[in-house]
């Protein structure tokens, strides 16, 4: 069947044709004597992507999940208590990763739609005089829902608790995306993946680690190996890795990197929140809502789009692939069939996001869905191109 | 500047990756022994795409143009008295190439947005009792003005005058998308290019050869040798080339004549009858009409937009590049300014289609046309889903 | 500095244009409806390739080491007695995993250069009365000594004892290159990865489970996420994944599986004898010994070289990546600097495996190591024109 | 059949993964705004590697043969004298071409082995009293027979003649790898093509042109479109093209600039001489000899082996492809048989020169030739050690 796949899904994204280039090259030796002189620069200039100077950054072969548990198995034991809240797919699998593990956790459960809820952490913080809850877990960004949580609001529930507990942040789908403040807001654990705002394909997990962190993983008694910071700081001091690293991924992470600091971070965001705000114009010219259920959840990487009652959201999404070559995201676990979800991350210009509205507009009016043909596509142009920038 | 071009000239088009793929590979030895294994099956598959069975293909490194160059030098002598018509930039520099080479050339000249006037050809055949003219030159697409002419028609006047002259057709931007059937015709030289519907990068001239036109070189005087039929059939004749061949763009075509096969001619012609059916239903929408004067001349690889009075169709095509990063054509010659062209042929489907649509909307309102925002696409939607068809 | 690095160590290998052009692809939807017509064959054909019927294949997005990591974290439970023994730097990183897992191991420590005790494990099991041991550890192939272990051994050392014991078999440098059978070897858990003799660059993590270690996993009481076969299962049964899969890596999977049946895995295997032999010649001729101590024990896809007392092996490696861009293998552990180590698997052929050859002598000759100039590779050449086959 | 295949043979050459890398893009506008800012520069550039200010570079969509017609039909006129030599199954196509266009050839006959006769062409032109000849050809670097010609030494009997006629080079297999100055040497037309010292493909005729050869073309008679200068000047001003231009292969040309400026043409020379001078090394070691006379003639880019009497040297290239996967050239015209090729130019290293020494002495001895096993490989090892280099 002709014509290319579209994929407009949260991550992974569309790799750029720059990155896909730095990857195709040649198998190297993780243990060759120069090979330092590539990795210890990428380290340090991936601290300014999360925007860390004290920190340390880890990377491991995995997905952003393994980062999750990297995240927890070195800094935690069995009984830990540990404060988290889920309101989508996401946050509640990294609810259970941590149960699983043995932590003893507090989860507080929010309406799919909705963030962490500060307020009610900042309640419990105060609340926990004794100081026995060691983690507090925020979602940065839920890609179940498009809603974007207040990591800000987190770190001064903490401060304003005086509570020495680590701030564990998701940025999976949020870090290269969204703003995003490692040292700013304090956080301790910063959680992300190689595909999303990193532009890369699924496989690499990247963790932006504070120095409380750090000298967390003395006392922590889960069992890690692959996982392990010991093992990856004993190699990754000295430019190498403990286990064979995957080489053409770090190739292709330094030209992401590369990309990011060369259109500026601040530029990076700003092109997110505009192709976002392009999204959102559509949305609301079908007449539709967002799972997102204020302005101040709206994610600016993902949408998750609610269909009408009586349609279902991941019948948009099938169709749409089946008949229009467009991949959008179904809804899942809570809400699944309730909508569809338009990844708007990564590497986009402004024909490229008309893109999913064409396939989701079409696809709508196809199941019957009542909206005007071409009027989510005639509001995203009006947007964009009001907000239009000459490209030379 | 972040995202992808997107390339919706008349050709080059979007290569497909399969194609890529094919093309990304080491170079070979070109007089290997077991290179002819590769390449006579090929000579042969190429057959079918011309449809002759007793016609030779031959392959040239060159663009077009070359393409063009080898038809004429091959087969013709100065003096030697010609029939053509033009009516766009590409049949008129076919005319100026065959008076360089010292043809005596009748060109008749049509307005733009007709093509070959095959009624003339018809009277000047039969006026022609002395079988002077040795050769009549047909345009079938002219890339400029988005025309197909009627070939089986020049081919009827021929039949009908009882008239040997040769029947050259440019078929560059035709071959691989629009019906084109080189024995049933009786074309003598069916003159192609890797760059249209064979979806590869520019750099081969391909033409089809009738046993006539092969014989026609025994008397054609015009000095050739990079072109010469005579030394690549020597060579061809074994499976190798009289001088490097490109092996890489072999490899793709290979790919393509195995895409266009797999897929089936009829329905790579139905689908570019779709595609365009698609945007002329946009044009329409916009209010406005092709370059092409009527329906029986729709082209169905390229729309030329003609633009209302006092706006600049180039300042279209260079508004879309320069802020929405969608390449358009410009307009070219006699009716530069007058429109921009799209380009609808190779590996499309539904989305890419509307992505000029979208490009070329958004930037006729930021240039003061006046349409309707989001009217073509719509127009282009409510046709594509009405002949959907489920990938799978 | 002009001319290509050869990348001749035991992994990752030189990756096929066939597989780099099959993970050449943009990314795609890991929920697309059509992703289980991609996956289900694919986990179906590489139990072909592991030789098991019965048994499950499992894939995760991580190197080798995580694949390990698997397959004690899913069947066993701190505390648990094992049987290990180790004889180079991967079978020790083996026995050092399973400790940091809380399992009491008993390592039995051989020289390096030698490989499972077959012996003394049988010894060992008929004395474990009580079925206490609950796993058998070996690695097939120790690829930091090049020393290849009797599998089929310890198998009848288990079935001697009558002993209930799960089998662990470290395949990751054998698989796809060496005779491996899982179902007729009774292995429990072969582990491998994608980086040996699957020709991927690394990044997949990829394990035979036998029926039996699927049913420990009900007991097995370490903690799992991230590696957990439960998760695996429920969503590989539909063709789909717990997490974002790495699907270029699949795709390229699915090429090297293509590749391997379409040669035959006894045509790969002799293959690869028949350039260890080479190698082995090599070495012979210049009068230097394999760090194997016996014939017995000779891997045929990675051979350790000693260097003469007061010469530095890894020297050797160093100097020829940076004279001559050749990457050689250092020693590591116990044995750094007492040799170097040449890979010689995946997709090679007499040129190729000469290439390390030349590297080598060059290196050697260089640092003052006394070898004849030209004895290896003319050895190497000897015995690989006596053994020619054409290509076609 | 596994491997991977090793082409040694004088163009196309090995190409480089940053050049196939700057390839492998999508296909782009070739009317595009900013494409002159892509264009201009390369122009620019490429007069660097030809060594001239005052000249003028053109790039045909061709092989080097469409170049050689290039300057041949645009500055000539049938009846044309001009002055040649042929010594080698090029140089004899060269004479062949320009009697094809009408030219009154006087062509001196060399042996193969030798190059342009100096003297005779100086006695010749100052014999010409009249100044009738027209132009003087000489092939710079016999390809079939590895002859290297004395160029300054063409000039020298022009100058010393007095002779106002124009200095026409093939340096197609010279180019960016031997010595080689446009202005110095007054070479009026310097003909060259993309898959020697530029590493590409090929595809590309490139040719460089002074202002003395660029004003012949008013008086020139031979017809031509495709090769036109004309065409090209009033398109390549702008930073355009004629006709559709190969955009991949001038990307990749900007690459392969980039690199031999970067690398410094005097290294790349030095290089070349290193590689060759240990091809010849290897040849010595067998006991064999060039189809080069003199060492005044020896090529650095590719040598011609000439193989005992009784043998075929054919069979030894068609051998080496059949048993080795490694592409020898064969030997052609006049020596068909007598010898085969080893291409040396272009991206190589010392491992990868050794690979067709491997080859060919694999070769020899299976066909009975009676050389000392690894003594060609050994002599080379030797040279190139002595003359090693640290990468870093």
Chains 1, 2, 3, 4 share one sequence.
């Not at 507990?165 to 870090?175: E, I, K, Q």
């Not at 910071?229 to 080489?247: L, V």
Request: aromatic residues 10%.
């Amino acid at each position: 069947m002709p014509g290319r796949n579209f994929l407009h899904i949260p991550g992974p994204t569309i790799v750029p044709q720059r990155i896909r280039n730095a990857m195709a090259i040649e198998q190297e030796d993780m243990r060759a004597a120069d090979f330092p002189e590539f990795t210890l620069p990428l380290f340090n200039d991936l601290k300014k992507i999360f925007k860390t100077e004290t920190g340390r950054i880890f990377i491991f072969p995995s997905s952003g999940t393994g980062a999750w548990e990297a995240a927890i198995s070195n800094t935690l034991s069995p009984g830990d208590k540990v404060l988290m809240s889920h309101f989508g797919q996401f946050s509640m699998l990294w609810v259970d990763m941590c149960r699983r593990h043995g932590l003893d956790v507090n989860a507080i459960e929010m309406d799919w739609g909705e963030g962490v809820p500060v307020d009610r952490y900042a309640e419990i913080l105060k609340a926990d005089t004794n100081r026995e809850i060691k983690a507090v877990f925020a979602t940065h960004n839920e890609t179940a829902t498009g809603v974007k949580s207040d990591i800000p609001g987190v770190r001064k529930a903490l401060d304003e608790a005086d509570h020495p507990a680590m701030l564990y942040v998701d940025a999976v789908s949020s870090l290269g995306s969204l703003d995003f403040r490692m040292d700013e807001w304090g956080v301790d654990l910063a959680v992300s993946g190689s595909q999303k705002g990193f532009m890369l394909p699924t496989g690499l997990g990247i963790i932006g680690v504070s120095e409380k962190a750090l000298a967390a993983r003395e006392s922590a008694t889960l069992p890690r190996t692959y996982f392990s910071f010991d093992d990856m700081i004993a190699a990754n001091d000295n430019g190498y890795f403990p286990y064979t690293p995957n080489t053409i991924y770090l190739r292709g992470l330094r030209e992401s990197v590369n990309m990011l600091m060369e259109e500026g971070l601040d530029n990076v965001f700003a092109r997110h929140t505009r192709m976002a705000v392009a999204v959102r114009k559509a949305v609301a010219a079908w007449g539709l809502s967002l799972v997102a259920r204020d302005e101040k959840w709206y994610s600016d990487t993902v949408s998750a789009v609610r269909v009408p009652e009586g349609f279902d959201g991941n019948e948009v999404a099938r169709h749409s692939y089946k008949y229009y070559n467009v991949a959008l995201s179904i809804s899942l676990g809570k809400i699944a069939g309730q909508a569809f979800r338009i990844g708007h991350l990564g590497d986009l210009n402004e024909v490229m996001v008309m893109t999913p509205l064409n396939a989701a507009e079409m696809s709508m009016k196809d199941l019957g869905i009542d909206i005007e043909p071409g009027s989510g596509v005639a509001a995203a142009q009006e947007y964009l191109r009001s907000t239009r920038q000459a490209r030379f």
